[in-house]
DNA sequence: TTGAAAGCGATACCAC
DNA sequence: GTGGTATCGCTTTCAA
């Protein structure tokens, strides 16, 4: 230990040990104690100690180390963040908003994409031996997997899944009410036969989603109604709209989608397969609100999420949990935004 | 010091201190050591302590702490991935394939998303702190900066960004041989005047993509060339479109995008907003091969990245560099494939 | 205000 | 094969 700075580097002038705070203490003749402190914002340092410190630091390129702070402190200041990997592709603009949301309030994000649900246990391991503070989940987690994570103390939202019968945190939007106001505004406008496309069966998303445009349906004493799976992707839109014909024997008035990108594929098969007019002859709506649900060649009918929001409410609650663990289980819900595009003849 | 188990909970049953090996050694009646050994794959253990400390580590919810381990074997098994907002907005493959193969290899991504260039310098002492072993960087790093982690002893490669005139690790597609394969499709199917939608002036892609194509538009002596600015997004694409028959006067017969979303923003203005027919009157190509070049309505001319290929390459780049840090920096180029779709008359 | 010393929870190198 | 002990780089009492 006689000289940290020569032993830090080898002859290709890699380094193998980094500068520390000893290192920075030596140099500038005070105690590694003080070192630490002149990095705490808030400590008892005096002028002269701080910037004394500070200059030496800068000289040796010194910066504390992260992964020993959050062994000491038991705060690893990261959080998990669990998306799939379909919600990344179709719908990025969450994840984006996510990491910066997380980066303005200094928080790190892990990722972790899951390939299939499958996944999820292995991948819970890593996430707790990580020591993340905290963890959002745009996946589904089982009871026991809850259990794990609450056993474990580790704070947990999710955002747009939640379990019915269990208390968690969740930010969630509305589905079903979205669901609902556009099958009331294809009914008053006179639509009589429905075809819906579901999403993957194990999205609870979608499942709400198909489950609250149902209801309405239902409600509205709307008889007939058919509906093939899907599983959000463009092609499965396609195959959707074809599969609809064949089991109705015909196009039904209005298509409901349990997402933007099948919409998409719904509309475009429609008219480029099936030379279908849209929205004279067939309605087609979605929902999320995505960016290409916009263009000019879609200018789609459906309920956008408001993701700044949503992503604001799962950040701020996450935080507050790991300050405060003992905060009560909480649900926010936010309605979606009714988008009343040009693919869908709407009261 | 007494009851670890039951000092680890508090009267709401939040964990405030976790399970530790010492706790399973203590239940098992073995030492720490040998609890540490049993969790490290290859390490000499009998048959019977293994069982019987797995057993306790179960009961227990033992999990090897990775902010400890990470200390002491200066390996966080953490990569960062560093990429700006607009990649992961128009581009979403890129981070679910990068994130997809690290964790595949048993490494954590630390996601680092970028709204503006200049928060750069901030982010790296944040990846600095957090003891990465490595970075994968989707952004623009400048000269002082790239010194700055190869100081630190940092490996570096980066996707789809290289600078000329420095030795670093990339994996890159050839956004200039797939411009030039895009021009001379164009040119020997009688384009005469051409039209240029660059992307952001601070990526460098963009730049080497517009250039690409100037290029070879000049061997081919094609002089009606003009060139307007972008920004990557659907709107820069439909607003370029206007600014290129505004400044020629009429529409050229070709337009080449810096990227497929302008591409498809300059498609849908043409075809929406001034009724002009794709490809017959107007060719129009782009650049990725991201999922909506291929959605009917488009159906892109455009040269596709090799993705999966490509992140594949980063990754086990980066893997090695951090197991050999004194590898040679190594540049991998990978070509583009031309997708002749339906948005341009090719030859 | 400052410094000495005790951890945080693991790994690794020792003897045995 | 197993257990003791010295780190890893920091934060945090506790005296001075």
Chains 1, 2 share one sequence.
């Not at 609650?317 to 819900?333: A, F, G, K, N, Y």
Request: aromatic share 4%; hydrophobic share 40%; net charge neutral.
């Amino acid at each position: 230990m006689a000289d940290n700075i020569s032993a830090a580097r080898r002859g290709d002038g890699h380094r193998v040990t980094r500068v520390t705070s000893y290192d920075v203490a030596r140099q500038a003749g005070v105690s590694q104690s003080a070192v630490s402190r002149c990095f705490k914002p808030g400590a008892s340092v005096s002028k002269k100690m701080r910037a004394r410190v500070m200059k030496t630091a800068e000289d040796l390129g010194y910066q504390p180390n992260a992964i020993a702070r959050s062994l000491i402190t038991r705060r690893s200041n990261m959080v998990a963040v669990v998306i799939s990997r379909q919600t990344n592709l179709y719908y990025p603009e969450v994840l984006v908003q996510l990491s910066q949301r997380f980066s303005e309030r200094g928080v790190r994000v892990l990722l972790f994409t899951l390939e299939r649900e499958s996944d999820i246990d292995v991948m819970l391991d890593q996430i707790l031996q990580y020591q993340v503070d905290g963890v959002v989940e745009a996946a589904r987690l089982s009871g026991p997997q809850i259990d794990l994570m609450e056993k474990r103390g580790v704070p947990l939202v999710f955002y747009n899944r939640s379990l019915k019968d269990r208390r968690v945190n969740s930010v969630c939007c509305d589905q079903a009410e979205g669901e609902r106001s556009l099958v009331n505004g294809l009914v008053a406008a006179g639509h009589k036969s429905f075809g819906l496309i579901s999403g993957p069966e194990d999205s609870a998303v979608s499942v709400e989603r198909t489950q609250g445009a149902l209801e309405r349906l239902t409600e509205l004493n709307i008889k007939s109604v058919t509906v093939v799976p899907g599983d959000y992707s463009y092609e499965s839109g396609v195959a959707g709209l074809l599969d609809l014909k064949a089991r109705m024997g015909k196009l039904p008035d209005a298509i409901i989608c349990a997402n933007d990108v099948m919409a998409i594929g719904c509309l475009d098969a429609a008219r480029h397969q099936l030379g279908v007019k849209v929205p004279e002859d067939l309605s087609v709506v979605g929902f999320d609100g995505v960016g290409p649900a916009q263009w000019q060649s879609y200018d789609l009918t459906t309920v956008r999420q408001p993701v700044r929001r949503m992503t604001e409410a799962a950040v701020s609650m996450i935080l507050e949990r790991i300050e405060h663990p003992e905060l009560p289980p909480e649900r926010r819900t936010f309605s979606g935004i009714l988008i009343d595009g040009g693919s869908a003849r709407m009261a």
